[in-house]
């Protein structure tokens, strides 16, 4: 069992006994989604590495952020902080992010490492940036950093 995973188990057993029904529903949540990641690469016994852990939460908070901007539309505010609270919860899970001049220099090295020069390089530059960033950076904010490098 992983840090995440073992971790995970022992904030739903605190979630429960404080009774705190926000953070019980998004590590619920949290813990069947990884499950079913689990079960999809190999079968019920499967593990999933924290690379792939960090992967399924990182998708669990893009549907919540998704879901706030659909209850904003919507005049739902009291369901968007709901979201935005289990977001939170979430996050604790996750990785440092990277910062803005980590990235800028994740992708000066990986374009001097390709030889990039122009925009039809991205793919190269990009699938060594998202190796090197192993969740700590979302894909869309690397390929900006990516386009405006090269841009």
């Known amino acids: 069992m992983g840090e995440i995973a073992s971790n995970l188990d022992r904030d739903l057993k605190d979630a429960?006994?404080?009774r705190n029904a926000v953070a019980l529903a998004a590590l619920r949540a949290l813990k069947s989604a990884l499950k079913n990641a689990a079960i999809e690469k190999g079968g019920a016994e499967a593990e999933l590495t924290e690379a792939e852990s960090v992967a399924v939460i990182r998708?669990?908070?893009?549907q919540r952020l998704d879901s706030i901007e659909q209850y904003q539309q919507a005049g739902r505010s009291e369901l968007a902080a709901k979201e935005q609270a289990e977001i939170e919860i979430l996050e604790r899970y996750l990785p440092a992010p990277l910062s803005g001049t980590e990235i800028a220099a994740?992708?000066?090295d990986a374009v001097a490492e390709t030889a990039a020069s122009s925009?039809?390089?991205m793919g190269k530059v990009m699938k060594i940036l998202q190796e090197r960033a192993a969740g700590r950076a979302d894909g869309k904010t690397l390929s900006q950093a990516v386009m405006r490098r090269l841009g």
């Open 59 to 62: 998708k669990q908070v893009k």
């Open 16 to 18: 429960m006994r404080a």
């Open 106 to 108: 994740m992708v000066d």
């Open 119 to 121: 925009k039809a390089d």
